[in-house]
């Protein structure tokens, strides 16, 4: 059975930066890709940021970009997103996901849609707030 666990979640303040991890369990072969999500109260689940297997493909939410950095550990399918200069807008659970495909899948992923994604983490609520 698969199982994503995400941590690095808290209360931080506007300006402040806060790093998230994730690693997945359970998995055979490894993940095609692991992704960020996140849903703020009232809002819709969007997307933030994902990455491939090799970490040699990345995407990220336009509005995003510019302050946060998704990376991972292939080895242990474990994906990090850096988040910096945080606003209040950021706050929301985020979660992690990855599809049920090898890495060595081969077909056109859709990185940036939720329905792409096949496990789910528990989330990590981030609060930015003076």
């Known amino acids: 059975q698969v199982h994503l666990v995400e941590s690095g979640g808290g209360l931080v303040e506007p300006g402040d930066s806060l790093s998230l991890s994730c690693t997945a369990s359970g998995l055979t072969h490894g993940t095609y890709a692991m992704g960020w999500f996140r849903q703020a109260p009232g809002k819709e689940r969007e997307f933030v940021a994902s990455i491939s297997w090799s970490g040699g493909t990345k995407h990220y939410a336009d509005s995003l970009k510019e302050r946060f950095y998704i990376s991972r550990e292939s080895a242990d399918d474990t994906v990090y997103l850096q988040m910096n200069n945080l606003k209040s807008d950021d706050t929301a659970v985020y979660y992690c996901?990855?599809?049920?495909?090898?890495?060595?899948?081969?077909?056109?992923?859709?990185?940036?849609?939720?329905?792409?994604?096949?496990?789910w983490g528990q989330g990590t609520q981030v609060t930015v707030s003076s």
């Open positions: 996901a990855c599809p049920d495909k090898s890495p060595y899948w081969s077909g056109v992923f859709s990185y940036t849609t939720a329905s792409a994604y096949d496990y």
